[in-house]
């Protein structure tokens, strides 16, 4: 593994279905996210976690669910999938606090809610 | 609450052209760190530039410099002599000094580069 994975790299999903999104590093940053992209929005923040154990809400949480066991995985759940959640999903990692602020971003997931 | 703007939702340019991406932040933070990243025709994101609150120097990366202005609360990106391999969406983002380094995004502005 080289940076961070996601799987799958798409997915057609039917709406009421439970779908969970895949993420590991192998960066062992502390800190991870979810992100959503969505056309003339740009990538908005679901959930964050600053280290394994804990975990935060971002911009637009409703629908999804995190955990984060260990430190190099963090996966995204959707309860219930809904057609307005299609959209490409970003993980992304990076050290939190301090002066190193850059975040890396996984190759994403291409979700298709019918 | 913290907000980037980026008005420019398409630019298309010929190639050798400069090219300036305008983003526009708001945030109550004294502390911030402001980014840069390019997303091309193949998905990804990658990271371009990182700019903290308390640097104003303008930096210069090859045909890339950015302007930081508090004054204005801009972050603009210049591409010189640009080329078709710059044709790409350019995001500007802004994460907080707290906690968990949360980024807010910009609309995106989607560059194309005409050879």
């Known amino acids: 593994i080289a940076g961070i994975t996601q799987a799958p790299t798409s997915q057609i999903l039917a709406a009421g279905r439970r779908m969970t999104l895949r993420c590991t590093q192998d960066?062992?940053?502390?800190?991870m996210y979810w992100y959503r992209q969505d056309l003339g929005l740009g990538l908005r923040l679901i959930h964050y976690s600053n280290t394994a154990g804990t975990t935060g809400k971002g911009e637009v949480p409703d629908g999804y669910s995190v955990s984060r066991a260990n430190t190099d995985d963090f996966p995204l759940t959707l309860a219930s999938a809904v057609p307005s959640q299609t959209s490409v999903y970003f993980c992304a990692t990076g050290e939190e606090g301090g002066t190193y602020n850059e975040q890396f971003f996984g190759p994403g997931t291409r979700l298709t809610v019918l | 609450a913290q907000k980037v703007t980026q008005a420019q939702t398409e630019i298309s340019v010929v190639e050798k052209e400069d090219v300036t991406l305008d983003c526009v932040y708001e945030t109550r933070d004294t502390t911030y760190y402001l980014f840069w990243y390019k997303q091309p025709p193949s998905g990804e994101l990658v990271f371009l530039i990182r700019?903290?609150?308390?640097?104003?120097q303008n930096e210069i990366s090859g045909r890339y410099s950015w302007n930081f202005q508090k004054s204005t609360s801009s972050f603009n990106f210049t591409i010189t002599a640009s080329q078709v391999v710059d044709s790409a969406v350019y995001f500007c983002a802004l994460s907080e000094d707290q906690g968990a380094q949360k980024l807010v995004f910009g609309q995106g502005t989607r560059l194309t580069i005409n050879p």
């Open positions: 960066m062992r940053h502390n800190a």
């Open positions: 700019r903290n609150s308390f640097d104003e």
